[in-house]
């Protein structure tokens, strides 16, 4: 959540965009491009990285291979499509290659089910959620964590 975040892959800002996707993608929807940055700006980022993302889907299909794509790079997660043909979701992350995109994919998946949760009050089944299925049924569930009090502050 750090609009200023710079990776050392150089990717920048909230969702990562290295500044040639960010031209690239900004030339699509016709906004100006100034440099790298511009992807400091939330609004540009989330804009070229959202329609950088929609891309990925509508190439990969699956919601997994997308959010692989997104981290590894669309050239890898080809790659990786074509050597696992027909593998199912749970095993094709965990054959991923390199571990942070396993662990980036895992991720993406795991807090885009606490999002949903957070904002419908329930969630969409996970196994429906990798396939891009998003109109299964949906599990209403509550935190039983007991709360922890906060920590007293010395004086």
């Not at 030339?27 to 491009?33: C, I, M, R």
């Not at 070229?48 to 509508?58: A, K, N, P, T």
Request: glycine letters at 8%; hydrophobic letters at 45%.
């Amino acid at each position: 959540f750090n609009p200023q975040a710079r990776s050392a892959a150089n990717a920048l800002g909230l969702m990562q965009v290295v500044p040639a996707t960010g031209a690239a993608e900004a030339k699509k929807l016709g906004l100006p491009w100034h440099g790298e940055t511009d992807l400091y700006d939330a609004d540009f980022n989330i804009a070229v990285g959202s329609l950088y993302l929609r891309e990925l889907l509508d190439k990969f299909g699956a919601p997994y291979a997308a959010i692989a794509a997104y981290n590894a790079g669309p050239a890898r997660a080809a790659n990786w499509q074509a050597q696992r043909p027909g593998l199912d979701a749970d095993f094709w992350i965990e054959t991923v290659d390199y571990k942070e995109t396993r662990d980036y994919i895992a991720r993406v998946l795991a807090f885009s089910v606490l999002y949903d949760w957070r904002m419908d009050g329930s969630a969409l089944n996970l196994s429906d959620r990798m396939q891009g299925r998003f109109n299964g049924a949906r599990k209403k569930f509550v935190c039983t964590a007991p709360a922890t009090p906060a920590p007293k502050l010395s004086q």
